[in-house]
């Protein structure tokens, strides 16, 4: 563990990643223990659509809020949708992947021909498709986009365990009588660590993206409660007249996908033991 | 006779600057035009680095030539050094005056292209032929190397060939361009014995009738004596010693190579067979592992609809017994069936039809009495556990905890197999090969087993770590009265564990019976062909002959079932199946792919 962080501090753009990524996860959390500068709430009419002061770092919006306040609770909302999106369709489509690879036959050919379908549609389309059945709110934006992931993740954990699963340990594992659930989680899923450690980070990213998307388009959280697209929305008729309205948002969420993108690629470079020689 | 190559303080690494790691530290040999020169040693010796230095193929495998001369004798008279020629001349001379042969024919060759194609892209490229001219040139080719029926393979694609036939074209194409030297770099390691045989055959009629110059490059003493003039032995990336072969194998010089002779199984024709157990004649003891008809078969399918064109008989109504503190060596070529039996003991693969009983002594509880030690120790481990974690998965399998009695087994076995007392928190990459078969012994060991089964268990080690691991099995056997069921298709390795011996051929046993009865006075035309192809010291440059036999289909039509065996009682503990000559069997498909 302690050799995994130092490659990747020692990995470049593993090390730019990982500071982005820890800089986002503690404004999140800074922002949902009630920690920023002003209530993101709280309207300051005589100062309303100010550009960068000393007393608010970024501006103010239209109704005088205070724009990093916001921005700071928009990052919490966005990641919140984002890791519960992401922790679900990496726990469902790693399940599906995993009894899909083992036991094959029909449970596979369903599993796959179902999530070829799903991947057949564009990610945000099948969000869209998703939320206008069940409903706009966070709560359906983390399903929507969880929905969306899944088949990502089947297929990630399929290749690979169907190719583990040939391998003489199993085997070895079946020859002891080891139950399915042990082999599956010990012997399939212990080796499946890496490749699932660089899709979900890179998930993340395109979460994040998609997240901002629906919020956008008004179908992800719901005002007056903050969030990146929310910010991006209401800012695009002001675009002119207080350009910081879009300014910051936009690089919140360009950054934030930057980070969990590099975080990535440095991941798969160290998990990888093809790659660890020239990464070393 | 002229100097073919001089190759003097040869030094090879591998990285750069700090990173360097120098693997080869000065070798110096000489090689007469048709000559033989053999390089033998251990893995990590340098052996196969060495090598490809001289056609400079170790540039792509991020080596470099650091010091050293390789003067090689040109077609053209002229001397150049290949330690400094430009990658030019390099590519002219790999392709027609140094020719290569690997390990592995399956890789070796591209599977999308006929053999035909890919043969006559060397005339082509070497000789510049084209059309007719390069087909009649690989027809030859083929011929040369003693494929029947060549002018219908050279359509094949390289799945449809066997590993002899595949090995066979990799030589045709390295002899495509006439070579004045040929590199074999361990060429019949990933063969069945009797095809490595008939390899060996090939290129010493081969040597004899082109002049070849060749470099032989194996772990196994027993192959050199069969084919080199000369032997170079290295150790760590230097020579330890070398000159003509009958010096080294009769009188070696240096500790390291007597320790490797010492080390070579020789198979004796059964003079040496293990005399510790005594078979207890039947009513007097119970056998440990009773199989009784076992035939596993799978379906075959063809075509789209997957239609049912019937079944491979894998193993077909194969009966033995094993007592206690007794090994049966079950002994066939690839497709005899031998580690389909093997695993349909462990439940691996569910038999057709047949029953196997075990007996247990030990009270009722879920332990399986019958646990298996794997080929390859590296792909048999679990990378990702610990050795404690690797060590408790039999018992957690069958449904105990993990307690400090079973601790204290763990540690006894580790100890007792040879391995540090601390490897207990260490994962399978920190082990050697025989140290992880010692450890996956250990492994198979946790549950007190009555029955290991032992597939091909020692054949992936290095000949000196082989001996070791087979003096460790004995031991364990002797000590723990332990009945092996052990799987090889090395004779000579079989000859030292063996108390009795089944031979298996197309999924059926063929002779059964004590070690020394079958290994010495084999009946069976198979037994006979088997042992014929085991290479030994004694038989030095002897000319084996080219057999073309191949192994029938078992591919059998839907509801076939087979005749009646008849055996024939030839000896106190000696049994042979009464038949037709097999070779004449009609449904004998020439080479035909398991």
């Known amino acids: 563990m302690k050799a995994f962080f130092q490659s990747l501090l020692r990995h470049p753009s593993g090390r730019i990643g990982a500071a982005i990524v820890l800089l986002y996860i503690i404004v999140a959390l800074l922002s949902q223990a009630g920690l920023t500068p002003y209530d993101p709430l709280k309207q300051f009419r005589i100062e309303r659509l100010q550009g960068a002061t000393l007393a608010h770092w970024m501006g103010t919006d239209m109704f005088g809020r205070d724009v990093l306040s916001r921005l700071m609770i928009g990052i919490g909302q966005s990641f919140l949708v984002a890791f519960s999106s992401v922790g679900l369709a990496a726990v469902i489509g790693t399940l599906l992947g995993l009894t899909a690879a083992w036991f094959g036959h029909l449970w596979d050919g369903l599993v796959m021909r179902l999530m070829d379908v799903l991947l057949a549609f564009p990610a945000i389309l099948l969000a869209l498709l998703f939320i206008a059945v069940v409903g706009p709110g966070t709560f359906t934006s983390i399903l929507a986009i969880a929905f969306v992931y899944t088949p990502i993740f089947t297929r990630v954990v399929r290749g690979p365990a169907l190719s583990i699963k040939t391998r003489d340990f199993v085997d070895a594992a079946r020859s002891f009588g080891s139950s399915t659930s042990y082999i599956l989680t010990r012997h399939l899923m212990l080796n499946l660590v890496a490749p699932l450690t660089v899709q979900v980070t890179l998930a993340l990213a395109w979460s994040l993206l998609t997240e901002s998307g629906l919020s956008f388009l008004g179908l992800g959280t719901q005002p007056p409660n903050s969030s990146l697209g929310l910010m991006l929305a209401d800012s695009v008729n002001l675009m002119e007249m207080a350009p910081w309205l879009l300014i910051f948002p936009a690089l919140a969420v360009m950054l934030g996908i930057l980070g969990f993108n590099l975080l990535g690629d440095a991941l798969r470079d160290i998990l990888d033991p093809r790659m660890r020689r020239v990464v070393a | ?594």
Not at chain 2, 196 to 216: D, N, P, Y
Not at chain 2, 223 to 236: F, Q, T, Y
Not at chain 2, 297 to 306: D, E, I, K, N, V
Not at chain 2, 513 to 520: D, E, K, T
Request: charged share 25%; net charge neutral; hydrophobic share 45%.
């Open chain 2, 1 to 594: 006779m002229s100097k073919l190559l001089s190759v003097s303080g040869l030094k090879v690494g591998f990285g750069r600057g700090d990173a360097l790691r120098p693997v080869v530290h000065g070798v110096d040999f000489d090689l007469a035009a048709g000559e033989t020169l053999a390089i033998v040693g251990e893995s990590g010796s340098g052996k196969s680095v060495t090598a490809l230095s001289i056609n400079r193929l170790v540039d792509y495998g991020g080596g470099r030539i650091l010091d050293g001369r390789m003067d090689f004798l040109t077609a053209g008279g002229a001397v150049i050094n290949l330690a400094t020629a430009s990658d030019r001349r390099m590519e002219k001379i790999r392709g027609g005056e140094i020719g290569m042969i690997f390990q592995e024919p399956m890789t070796s060759l591209n599977p999308v292209l006929t053999i035909g194609e890919q043969i006559s892209e060397a005339f082509r490229l070497q000789r510049g032929l084209t059309g007719q001219a390069a087909r009649a040139a690989t027809l030859e080719a083929l011929e040369r190397v003693r494929i029947a029926d060549a002018a219908r393979r050279l359509g094949y694609y390289p799945h449809q060939l066997s590993g002899g036939m595949l090995q066979r074209v990799m030589i045709a194409m390295a002899l495509a361009t006439n070579p004045r030297l040929l590199i074999a770099d361990e060429p019949t390691t990933a063969l069945d014995v009797s095809v490595q045989a008939q390899i060996m055959a090939l290129l010493a009629e081969l040597r004899r009738e082109t002049g070849t110059g060749l470099i032989f490059i194996t772990h196994d003493m027993g192959l050199v004596a069969g084919i080199a003039d000369r032997v170079m032995v290295m150790k760590e990336g230097q020579v330890v010693e070398q000159g003509p072969l009958d010096r080294i194998l009769d009188h070696p010089d240096h500790p390291y190579t007597q320790h490797l002779l010492k080390a070579v199984p020789h198979f004796s024709g059964g003079r040496h067979v293990r005399r510790d157990h005594r078979r207890a004649s039947a009513g007097e003891t119970t056998p440990t592992l009773k199989v009784e008809g076992m035939t596993v078969r799978f379906p075959a399918t063809a075509g789209l609809l997957r239609r049912s064109i019937g079944a491979i008989h894998a193993v077909e109504s194969v009966d033995f017994d094993v007592m206690p503190g007794e090994t049966l060596a079950i002994v066939g070529e690839s497709g005899s069936g031998k580690s389909t039996t093997a695993r349909a003991l462990l439940g691996l693969v569910k038999p057709s039809r047949g029953t196997f009983s075990v007996l247990d002594e030990r009270p009722a509880n879920r332990r399986k009495p019958v646990q298996m030690v794997f080929q390859n120790p590296y792909a048999s481990l679990n990378p990702r556990l610990d050795v404690e974690s690797l060590l408790a998965e039999p018992v957690l399998a069958s449904g105990e905890r993990v307690d400090a009695a079973v601790r204290a087994r763990m540690a006894a076995l580790l100890e007792r197999v040879g391995l540090p007392a601390n490897s207990i928190r260490r994962y399978a990459h920190e082990f050697s090969g025989g140290q992880r078969q010692r450890l996956c012994i250990a492994r198979a060991l946790m549950v007190n087993p009555a029955v290991l089964v032992l597939d091909e268990a020692v054949s992936a080690l290095d000949v000196s770590v082989q001996a070791k691991v087979l003096d460790l099995l004995i031991d364990l056997q002797n000590e723990m009265k332990l009945a092996y069921l052990f799987v090889s298709h090395d004779m000579a390795v079989v000859e030292r564990i063996a108390h009795r011996v089944a031979v298996l051929y197309a999924g059926r046993i063929v002779e059964i019976g004590a070690a020394q009865a079958v290994l010495s006075s084999p009946q069976h035309a198979y037994t006979r062909r088997l042992i014929a192809a085991v290479p030994t010291m004694e038989r030095r440059r002897e000319i084996f002959e080219l057999d073309t036999a191949t192994i029938p289909t078992l591919l059998r039509p839907p509801g076939y079932e087979p005749p009646q065996d008849h055996w024939r009682v030839c000896g106190e503990d000696h049994q042979v199946r009464i038949e037709g000559d097999p070779y004449k069997d009609q449904n004998h498909v020439a080479d035909a792919r398991r």
